[in-house]
């Protein structure tokens, strides 16, 4: 299906879209369990679910309402690179806002759409795993600043009450709810104003030729995924051109092949 002609409009004008419950409450239930063992008593869990994104949050990894979109924002050929969960409790940043501007991350990361057709970077896929209100204090945004041809302004880059940008945006959502945006955009995760903790999973997708992240995940947590969860980590390449016709770093050839292939700088 992919993304309607409404999200595309949304994603290009603002940087960011929000698709509302896109997981199931039992889907969202073993997810939250899990992160507050990982943070507060990961012994209590087998070793492959002690981090992201092995256990009950795997499902994440290739969730079809994800998918779809990151096909539409990237192209067909889609790696994940990097990943991580928050148990936020009030008062606790991730930071200031960052991105945004002519720059960005890198041109090769950059945001572009050509022909009708969006090419993101890197795109972060945010998981709200809690129900989130605009008063709450989770990820800000800058609509916009991803295209901005001038640096980001000073006078557009505080959080201080009083002080924030007119432009300064974030969402409502419930539990269970996807937020991408593009790395490029003018974003922070300013502190958190609620009682109860932020609860969220925040992966990062790119091209399959491109690798902004080392890639960090644990062997016993890569181990404990399944094949076709572990082929969105493979190695960053589009063709072996040592065979005739060239070799493409399908899914499909991941799957085929006997030996595991996500090289760990660790396991070596
Ligand atoms: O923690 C947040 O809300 C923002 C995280 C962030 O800056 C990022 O994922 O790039
Ligand atoms: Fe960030």
Redesign the pocket.
């Known amino acids: 299906m992919g993304m309607t002609e409404e999200e595309k409009f949304r994603f290009d004008l603002t940087g960011f879209l929000v698709r509302p419950a896109i997981l199931t409450a039992d889907e969202i239930a073993p997810i939250v369990d899990q992160i507050d063992r990982i943070k507060h008593d990961p012994e209590s869990l087998p070793v492959e679910e002690r981090a992201v994104p092995g256990g009950a949050m795997s499902l994440l990894i290739d969730h079809p309402k994800v998918t779809e979109v990151l096909h539409d924002l990237i192209g067909p050929d889609v790696r994940m690179e990097g990943t991580f969960c928050?148990w936020?409790s009030k008062g606790e940043v991730?930071?200031g806002l960052?991105g945004g501007g002519p720059g960005q991350i890198d041109p090769i990361f950059g945001y572009r759409c050509a022909n009708g057709r969006i090419h993101a970077g890197m795109v972060?896929v945010?998981f709200e795993l809690t129900d989130v209100t605009k008063q709450d204090g989770?990820?800000?945004f800058i609509p916009g600043s991803h295209k901005a041809n001038f640096p980001m302004h000073a006078d557009h880059m505080s959080l201080e009450a009083g002080k924030r940008s007119e432009f300064l945006a974030t969402y409502e959502c419930p539990a269970g709810s996807a937020i991408f945006f593009t790395?490029n955009l003018c974003?922070?995760?300013?502190p958190w104003e609620r009682e109860t903790p932020r609860v969220?999973v925040?992966n990062?997708y790119s091209h399959l030729a491109t690798h902004w992240h080392r890639l960090t995940i644990a062997p016993e947590v890569m181990a404990g995924l399944s094949r076709q969860r572990q082929a969105w980590f493979r190695e960053p390449w589009i063709a072996d051109f040592r065979t005739s016709p060239a070799t493409h770093n399908t899914t499909d050839r991941f799957l085929q092949m006997e030996e595991p292939t996500v090289r760990l700088d660790h396991q070596s």
Request: proline share 6%; charged share 15%; glycine share 12%.
């Open positions: 928050v936020r991730h930071g960052h972060r945010i989770a990820t800000h790395e974003h922070a995760g300013p969220a925040l990062a």
